[in-house]
């Protein structure tokens, strides 16, 4: 299993406001709009979301981890003694993605964007 990416997750209020404010700042484009979550990215890839709160999750994710094999993912969260907040969920968005809480706290949302075919 290989990392392929990673996102941090801010929690705010107002994602319109916080979406320009970051553009203005720090220069970046929005690349993925959902209405409740948004990622901005940098001319080179660097990415940053804001969310209000999360479509089908109780709990927001702190950081999104985005991996080739996310089963083996899970199986290694499970096996580390991880706590799982979210199951492993195909979302409608095209992404299957769990959450694990770490031992300060924070919440992983471990993710793998899903092959157009398992899309249909």
């Not at 929005?30 to 660097?46: C, E, S």
């Not at 990415?47 to 709990?59: E, F, K, R, Y």
């Not at 985005?66 to 003694?81: I, K, P, Y």
């Amino acid at each position: 299993m290989h990392v392929e990416r990673v996102v941090p997750i801010l929690t705010v209020a107002d994602v319109a406001s916080a979406v320009e404010v970051h553009r203005r700042v720090l220069g970046m484009s929005v690349v993925m709009d959902h209405g409740w979550i948004v990622t901005l990215a940098d001319d080179a890839g660097r990415q940053l979301s804001v969310m209000t709160h999360d479509a089908s999750a109780a709990v927001n994710p702190d950081v999104s981890v985005f991996v080739d094999d996310v089963g083996e993912a899970l199986r290694r969260a499970v096996a580390a003694g991880a706590e799982i907040v979210y199951p492993l969920t195909d979302e409608p968005w095209g992404v299957t993605r769990f959450f694990y809480r770490d031992a300060g706290g924070s919440v992983i949302n471990v993710g793998m964007h899903m092959v157009p075919s398992a899309l249909q």
